[in-house]
């Protein structure tokens, strides 16, 4: 079955960097668009940045310039690194994919910008 596990949040200060992972499994991995939401408390759910099977990448406006969404197929894990981090950016980060017209979620990984 399609699994999604995130790791890689914790508590960073403002202006600092974190790397967060998504290890997939059950799925074509290489053949799959990846996404990152993330969630902030009181908050809609919203799309952080997305990469298709060839590479191609979105981005929130929010995060534009900031943070880089990237895939290594050979080891069915996509990533995000996070810079110039905001309290804004204090969130449950989510990974997601679409497999056979479901959405699948990993359970998130909680990032907390803060001095």
């Known amino acids: 079955q399609v699994q999604l596990v995130e790791s890689g949040g914790g508590l960073v200060q403002p202006g600092g960097s974190l790397r967060l992972s998504c290890a997939a499994s059950g799925f074509t991995f290489s053949r799959s668009r990846m996404t990152w939401y993330r969630q902030a408390p009181g908050k809609e759910r919203e799309l952080v940045a997305t990469?298709?099977?060839?590479?191609?990448?979105q981005y929130a406006d929010s995060v534009k310039g900031r943070f880089t969404i990237s895939r290594d197929n050979g080891k069915n894990t996509v990533y995000l690194q996070m810079n110039s981090l905001k309290p804004e950016d204090t969130a449950v980060y989510y990974c997601?994919?679409?497999?056979?017209?479901?959405?699948?979620w990993g359970k998130g990984t909680l990032v907390t910008v803060s001095s």
């Open positions: 990469i298709t099977s060839l590479g191609n990448t």
């Open positions: 997601n994919t679409r497999n056979n017209l479901v959405d699948y």
